[in-house]
């Protein structure tokens, strides 16, 4: 499959004019492919924006999640009435290109668990400017977590070798599939090409020979990026960045006047039932509005809460602020410079 690396600006501009809507303005980020843009000013916390692009004759879901750097399940929850194999030509398919910041610092590494998305805000000596830089990524299974906590990137390695724990191998015996000791570096290793080791022992961020599955819980705990992905990140990466983990599957933020809600499923081992994430919800929105007053839509809030589709969603009422809308794409837009 070609793997398209797109440019936001050209995008975003061609699909502007071609709705006639030049007043909107909208964030142009030099190193864009849909992963990169600039931080918000103080108070706000929503970047990027909602895309919907129509589907082509060969497209399945997965072929646009990876085109535009998202998820399988990311891709598939925004749009549940999509069939995933076969959106068919001119179907269009909602691109959630758009983010409510992790909560925490802005700085160094911060993956957030139930969204399957990291975050990457680096330090200005990278000479990036002040942007954030976000990438989907694969998890844990749910017997397998991927820990959640304060730790570092403590080792880079360039092709590494493979050397399965005991716990895998022997998962794997039971299954008649005999894993060696170690997998060198090539196409059959399952960490790719590209691997930094956390501070938390035998976990790592890396990529892949399996690109298909990124934005699933589908690993033994780490975390794993697309190819492509993970090489940009592991050039800007260095030894010593502090990586935050999270639980967050509620997501609360303002962009100018109004307040945004993004809520994700929560882990299965959560046990977190639709009334106690509603309660996350309330006491989310409620926290944002002891500073800033605003009047809520609850019943949106529901909706929200029911939905699960990670989408940024605005839920107060009184915004003096217009929110931002969705560009319409065309295959023409999304082509490369």
């Not at 929850?77 to 909560?103: C, E, M």
Request: charged share 20%.
């Amino acid at each position: 499959m070609n793997q398209l690396y797109i440019s936001l600006s050209r995008v975003r501009r061609a699909s502007l004019h071609l709705l006639g809507v030049a007043g909107l303005v909208l964030a142009l980020p030099a190193l864009a492919q849909y992963r990169s843009y600039p931080l918000p000013p103080p108070g706000n916390d929503v970047v990027g924006q909602l895309l919907q692009y129509p589907a082509q004759q060969e497209d399945t879901l997965l072929d646009i999640a990876r085109r535009f750097s998202l998820g399988q399940d990311e891709i598939i929850q925004a749009n549940p009435q999509v069939d995933k194999w076969l959106p068919g030509k001119g179907t269009p398919v909602l691109l959630s290109t758009q983010f409510i910041l992790p909560r925490g610092a802005r700085q160094g590494i911060i993956l957030n668990v139930p969204e399957m998305r990291l975050y990457y805000f680096p330090p200005a000596s990278k000479g990036l400017g002040q942007q954030v830089i976000t990438y989907p990524v694969s998890i844990g299974r749910m017997d397998w977590n991927t820990p959640i906590g304060m730790t570092r990137v403590v080792r880079k390695d360039k092709d590494p070798a493979w050397y399965p724990p005991a716990s895998i191998k022997k998962e794997h015996a039971e299954k008649g599939d005999i894993l060696p000791d170690v997998v060198p570096a090539g196409p059959d290793n399952p960490l790719g090409q590209h691997a930094m080791r956390l501070g938390f022992s035998s976990y790592l961020i890396h990529g892949t020979n399996n690109p298909w599955g990124i934005g699933m819980r589908v690993t033994h705990g780490c975390v794993r990026m697309y190819p492509e992905d993970v090489a940009q990140l592991f050039g800007w990466v260095d030894v010593g960045t502090p990586v935050e983990i999270l639980n967050d599957p509620v997501k609360i933020g303002w962009l100018g006047d109004a307040l945004y809600l993004e809520v994700h499923e929560p882990l299965e081992e959560s046990n977190a039932s639709p009334e106690r994430l509603y309660e996350m919800a309330m006491q989310a929105v409620l926290g944002a509005v002891a500073q800033r007053p605003a009047r809520i839509s609850w019943a949106r809030v529901r909706e929200i809460v029911a939905q699960q589709n990670g989408v940024p969603t605005p839920i107060s009422l009184d915004n003096r602020q217009t929110p931002s809308g969705t560009v319409q794409m065309t295959p023409e837009s999304a082509r490369l410079n």
